[in-house]
């Protein structure tokens, strides 16, 4: 089955009365869900509503049966050779929290994070700072996507306890070698964490293989439901990560005085489970599989290079990071001159029906260092085809026909000039009421007076 045929599973991308179907270019945000996810869900609820690990009859017995099904199913996918380590969580951040907080963290010792972490990755290491006087450290990366190894040499000579980085950056797309991170990283006598979000819906991964300590991925941006992620930790690591949470499913016995934890993942799976979001997880993993995941890459390079090729001769779109798609597939950042981001995201959608995302991606630090208030963005995913690039395009040219501009953009020399312990700036000759009220060709706006314009 081809990737166009694919389409026809996602409920959300389903044809209009108008002939028409959605745009949806933010996958990088969230990912659509295939109806076999929807499925599995209805049918824990339908079938076999039961509590995992508790009970003995055959609801239960179900439901325990699939649940670990689906942690063998992230397993495969991740390349884990020992479902255990495999802790099933409610997303990518739970799981970043898990190890910084489980950790045994000493005064003065040092994690690595890089300078465009998402929130997830860098505000949890302020807090530690404060509470627990960790020092942190700042990997600078290139916007080229170029990787500085004798930078990364320099920062782990001054000895780090933990490197945590992106693996796929959701800013620009660019991708960092974790393999050889990870090697140097031990060589260092430092346990290595990757936020794997954004590379783990794309294909699969080796991590046993490449030896990474500690992985994170959000179940919601791989086709599966909201509310599901996992931590796949090397064992020996995990084994020595303090739990967040203790209670039901945590304890091999309990006393009025003392108690005894179960080894892990069960220790850190405090409480009553997400099952149906696990169970669908487990589903969305299975489709995953029966995908080529070289396919899917060439398509979304072909995709990211419509795009970028279309806009390489107005000098009003500034595209973020590597300027060659091969080196941010899925992912295309781009400001447009004299217009707010957000004020673009919602023509894009009321004029064009293009579904982009708008703001600053979670990853405040690296906007406030440039004063630049944010971008907007577009992400592509196994269900994008050509004629959704097409409409972003057209949405694009429109606007800028639209809001006339001249001069040079606040953002562009905001960008090649960044600034320390400054708040984010609106860009110069943003014409954000100008395009609010400019009404699309297409059709009229839905009359909004407030959008999202921040994260994610």
């Known amino acids: 089955m081809s990737l166009d045929d694919r389409r026809a599973d996602f409920p959300a991308l389903r044809e209009r009365p108008d002939g028409k179907s959605p ?33 003995l009859h055959r609801f239960a017995e179900e439901v325990g049966r699939r649940y670990e099904a689906a942690r063998a199913g992230f397993a495969r996918r991740l390349g884990r050779a020992d479902p255990h380590s495999v802790v099933f969580l409610r997303n990518s951040t739970e799981a970043i929290n898990l190890v910084a907080q489980g950790l045994d963290w000493k005064r003065g010792e040092r994690v690595l994070i890089s300078d465009r972490e998402h929130n997830s990755n860098l505000v949890v290491w302020q807090r530690l700072a404060t509470e627990r006087g960790i020092r942190i450290e700042i990997l600078p990366l290139s916007d080229s996507g170029d990787f500085d190894r004798d930078l990364l040499e320099e920062r782990l000579a001054r000895g780090i306890r933990l490197v ?21 990283a031990h060589d260092r006598g430092a346990l290595v964490l990757i936020d794997g979000c954004q590379a783990a819906p794309h294909e699969p991964q080796e991590l046993d293989r490449v030896g990474i300590d500690f992985y994170a991925v959000s179940g919601h941006k791989m086709l599966g439901p909201t509310g599901t992620g996992v931590l796949a930790a090397a064992p020996g690591p995990l084994a020595t990560l303090r739990p967040l949470l203790l209670g039901g499913e945590t304890v091999e016995w309990s006393t009025l005085t003392d108690h005894e934890l179960r080894p892990p993942p069960f220790r850190f799976e405090a409480g ?6 696990v169970i669908g997880s487990g589903a969305a993993l299975e489709y ?66 293009v579904m982009v995302r708008s703001g600053r991606h979670c990853v405040h630090s690296w906007y406030a260092e440039r004063g630049i208030p944010g971008n907007v963005r577009a992400s592509f995913y196994l269900y994008s085809r050509p004629a959704d690039v097409d409409a972003l395009i057209a949405g694009v040219r429109e606007l800028l026909e639209r809001i006339p501009f001249s001069g040079t953009s606040a953002a562009t020399k905001a960008a090649s000039s960044p600034r320390s312990g400054s708040g984010p700036r609106r860009v110069a000759g943003s014409r954000g009421a100008a395009v609010r009220s400019a009404r699309p060709r297409h059709r009229g706006g839905r009359g909004r007076a407030a959008y999202a314009g921040g994260s994610g």
């Open 288 to 353: 995953l599989a029966g995908l080529d995941s070289a396919e899917m890459r060439a398509r979304e390079i072909a995709l990211n290079r419509r795009f970028t090729d279309a806009v390489a001769g107005e000098p009003r779109v500034r595209l973020l990071g590597p300027r060659d798609p091969e080196r941010r597939p899925s992912v295309v950042a781009f400001t447009l001159d004299g217009i707010d981001p957000n004020d673009a995201a919602l023509f894009l959608d009321e004029g064009h029906d």
């Open 164 to 184: 945590s980085l992106f693996q796929t950056s959701n800013l620009d797309g660019q991708t960092l070698p974790v393999r050889e991170i990870t090697e140097r």
């Open 272 to 277: 009553l489970q997400n099952y149906a979001g």
């Open 23 to 55: 745009v949806y270019l933010d996958s990088a945000c969230m990912s659509l869900v295939p109806q076999s996810v929807l499925d599995a869900m209805q049918e824990y609820y339908r079938d076999f509503p039961g509590c995992g690990g508790r009970s």
